[in-house]
């Protein structure tokens, strides 16, 4: 049975007869140049593959003399003399990779070649990514190199098996078998990360304590590390900021205690005995209550730059992470990450990044762009972006979220004029001088037989990986392609589903959090609705201190008369949301408390189009389900099924929203849900 185990690498018979038939004349045998491990990866990679696909057996030789179609060699080698790939390859640095038809000899060949063997590698899945979705090969000018130089996944794994917000079920890491078992999953894993571009991942949660720190868990890492490294992947860790103190016997962790300095360049050290390409750690100090250099009135430059440090004669990174809002302090949350770190640009070792989520609250449904990404230009900023669907569903809602990346990838900071997207703001384009430049996702990955839970979810995991290796992709073609890739090239399945997924993001917002409204989930969980809780200990926590419903309107003032967010972000950014009058309705009770009276673009008043979408969202949900049930022929039975079944679960969980906010938002506005729209039900 179709398990979806094999992610978007199933390389199954191509369907397509004519298509079919000019492959099996253009392929057929490989020669590879050399024989290092990702070499040979490469090799059978692209020979499994190309076998599968093409129904006829691929050879694999390092013969010179060999005439077969393919080549996959880096740009030193031998079997490339005399051809254009040299001068090609002086522009796709360590990682970037080309594929290029050539007649050498008179003969045609298809070239994948690199600066490195990893570069290769990409070349090689790219080649494939060719073939399974179908494309034509005879005249290949394919130059492709990574637009950010480090292309992560953040494990939220808390070394219990357990994956805080994760939904797939256990973890990947097996910390009990490990150094000893290397899981088949591990390499698996490792080849689909390599076959996106994903280059680095941190194995712990960003909330683990200190124990990974510990040798005998550095053994365990240091498996992984041996085991993901022929696939171009690096590890990193978390650093729990006290961990001087917890296992390494010191009364202090302030930064700036020598002890404490010379502990942390002593445990990197013996990191690095370990694993000799360790990536560096990313830290989440002073946030949500873990420890952090504040606590000895210290600062994040402190805390950062004390790592940094360490890891600096090793050539590793510190990725510090931005996320911190305390209740204490009492001012909108939205405000406080810009407030702790403007006033640090410049102040950051070279080798720190600071790691911001796509937006100032919390990996909402919907969010406008977080203010600091373009305020802090003398900085290294990293993406963070959440794969897992924490606030959108969880496991058991299709939602993709290509284009949830995407809007905020192209969201326009107006930093050095029009046109200064946040995606430039990651890449350097502004900063020539910027060395470091990343994206990372926080993974949907556990041990589920299907990896991520919901077999669309595999799709947002190849969307990050996509957009990070090209922010300028498009949701819809990344779409299409994971589409082809995992389930079938043909053209009305093809529409249909991407369809379904282009869509399906905006339909969750719709039902759960319309019009800029957020937080107003489960608490805890954060599954499902709860708009109505007020009673956590934590002011901040509470959906009310978010939604701010009253008997006027509903929605968070943040403009001038209100929290003042807006003005974090740059006078020409803010425009589009200043104004209630003019505020892109999308965002509307992001920025606005707004009289229930108030009349939206659509004529109807701001309750009625509340009704409107939530009642237009949970609908469209039945439009999912009609729409795959019409793909029935074009998929397996068991994933059809699983989605069939989820999509249900789906549509009452969109009733569930809709029903639970409007009911109680009703209590404000008094009004009723407007006459052509059914009646809440009482289920
Ligand atoms: C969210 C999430 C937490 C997580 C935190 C973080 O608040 O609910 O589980 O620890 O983000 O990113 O640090």
Redesign the pocket.
Known sequence: AETGYDLWLRYQPLQNQTVLTTYRQQISGITLGGNAETMKIIGEELQHGLSAMLQKKITVTNKSSSTASLIAATGISPLLAGTEVKKLLAQTGEEGFIILSQNINGQKRIIISGNTDKAVLYGAFHFLRLIQTEQAIHNLQVVSVPKVKLRMLNH?DNMNRTV??GYAGFSLWNWHTLPGYIDPRYIDYARANASIGINGTVLT???ANATILTKNYLEKVKALADAFRPYGIKVYLTARFSAPIEIGGLKTADPLDEKVRQWWKDKVKEIYQYVPDFGGFVV?AN??G?PGPQDYKRSHTDGANMLAEAVAPFNGIIMW?A?VYSAEKNVDRHKQAYDEFVPLDGSFNKNVMVQV?NGAI??MPREPFHPLFGAMPKTPLMM?F?VTQ?YLGQATNLVYLGPLFKECLEADTYTNGKGSTVAKVLDGSFNKAQTLTGITG?ANIGNDINWCGHPFAQANWYAMGRLAWDHSLSAERIAEEWLRMTYSNHPAFLQTASKLMMESRETYVQYSNPIGLHHIMGTGH?YGPAPWVSNLNRPDWNPVYYHKADSIGIGFNRTATGSNALEQYHPEARKIWENMNTCEEKNLLWFHHVPWTFKMKSGRNLWDELCFNYYTGAEKVKTMQQAWAGLEPYVDKQRHDQVRMLLNVQYDEAIWWRNACLLYFQTFSKKPIPANYPQPDKT
């Open positions: 939220w805080e917000r949660n960003v909330n989440k946030s949500e873990q992470r996320f989520k919390d990996f963070e959440q924490e926080v954060h």
